[in-house]
């Protein structure tokens, strides 16, 4: 947002502090806009996603290039670039408390979710290691490292600070709060990780994979995988789901390393698919998917058939593989439990291909 509002009546945000301000309006349920405010100095900033708190108020999270100056005893500092923002708002958006959370280079929040708890977990990618010693913060272990902050809801207060990745470039664009406890978190990665031991994810293309990784409320991955082709796959959302969680996001082709549940390809030359994949959670340190048996095996236990309301939708020429494979799936644990592509179009893509040429 680069100026002030001249629609909103009484509500109009005002006059920017410099560059780019970071936003936030409040609507009530019939679209009325309640309030907006601008957040921000004299660079730009910008907020990508928001979550409530279970206490009332909320944490929004994005990037900033400069210290806030309208923000008064809640302004966040700069180390120079991009830092990543974490701000939280009461019901009115007034500012309770503010972070930036920065390393020796480029960082950026994409994703925040909130524990039923109040544990506020800010994700996102940072191009560099922290600097500040008096804090937790992450390190560095490749060109750009996916990045996980842990924040106390109420205060602020940074409780851990962890990065995830390998020598490529890796990223978290989302990420929820399960409701077994714990978070999940997606994104892409541009190879192998090499500093979550026994929970690395591996690597099936030439550019990016799509990728998960579970974590505890200390910010340790307890689990992860890849998932992808020969070309770029990458997860941009992500949300708890029953025992489970569901990543979408979208693919070039169809992927090479999830067994009987690999996704296809819908879309015809340089065209990508939407894609969407559900997870079970009684997961193994490191799912091995193996390949499906050459000669006929024992038919997989049944299972009570679905009521109406979440039976799936039998279409297609492959609905009876599929189906039987969903339903292997279920008695099964670390894998993916189904996948789907449907066609997108070129401009759906938010993806800066150039940086992994």
């Not at 900033?64 to 990543?84: K, R, V, Y």
């Not at 591996?202 to 910010?219: C, H, N, S």
Request: hydrophobic share 40%; aromatic share 8%.
């Amino acid at each position: 947002m680069s100026g002030p509002s001249t629609n909103l009546g009484a509500q109009n945000w005002g006059a920017t502090q410099g560059g780019n301000d970071a936003l936030a309006v409040r609507l009530d349920g019939t679209g009325e806009v309640l309030w907006a405010r601008a957040y921000g100095g004299t660079g730009d900033e910008s907020f990508r996603k928001v979550a409530a708190l279970p206490s009332g108020g909320f944490v929004a999270v994005g990037d900033s290039d400069a210290p806030s100056t309208s923000l008064g005893a809640h302004d966040w500092g700069s180390a120079g670039d991009d830092d990543a923002i974490a701000v939280c708002l009461d019901d009115t958006g007034g500012v309770r408390w503010a972070r930036s959370i920065d390393s020796s280079a480029a960082d950026s929040f994409s994703s925040v979710a909130v524990s039923p708890g109040g544990l506020v977990v800010s994700v996102g990618e940072s191009m560099g290691a922290g600097t500040d010693p008096a804090a937790p913060s992450w390190g560095l272990e490749g060109y750009r490292d996916a990045v996980a902050v842990g924040l106390d809801g109420v205060s602020g207060e940074v409780l851990w600070a962890r990065n995830y990745g390998g020598q490529g470039a890796d990223e978290f664009r989302a990420v929820d709060a399960l409701h077994a406890g714990g978070f999940v978190a997606a994104g892409a990665a541009s190879g192998p990780s090499t500093n979550l031991g026994e929970h690395n994810w591996g690597y099936a293309g030439d550019w990016d994979d799509g990728i998960v990784v579970m974590l505890d409320d200390a910010g340790d991955a307890t689990w992860s995988v890849n998932a992808g082709c020969e070309i770029n796959d990458v997860f941009l959302a992500v949300s708890a789901a029953g025992d489970g969680f569901i990543a979408a996001g979208w693919s070039y082709w169809e992927s090479a390393n999830l067994g009987e549940h690999n996704w296809g390809h819908v879309g015809t030359g340089d065209q990508g698919d939407a894609i969407v994949v559900r997870f079970g959670t009684e997961l193994p340190p490191r799912p091995t998917i193996p390949p499906a048996p050459s000669t006929p095996s024992a038919p997989p236990a049944q299972l009570p058939a679905p009521d109406a309301a979440s039976a799936i939708p039998a279409t297609g020429d492959a609905a009876a593989p599929w189906l039987a494979a969903a339903a292997a799936g279920l008695a099964a644990s670390g894998v993916a439990l189904i996948a789907r592509a449907s066609r997108h179009s070129k401009a759906m893509r938010s993806f800066k291909q150039s940086e992994y040429q």
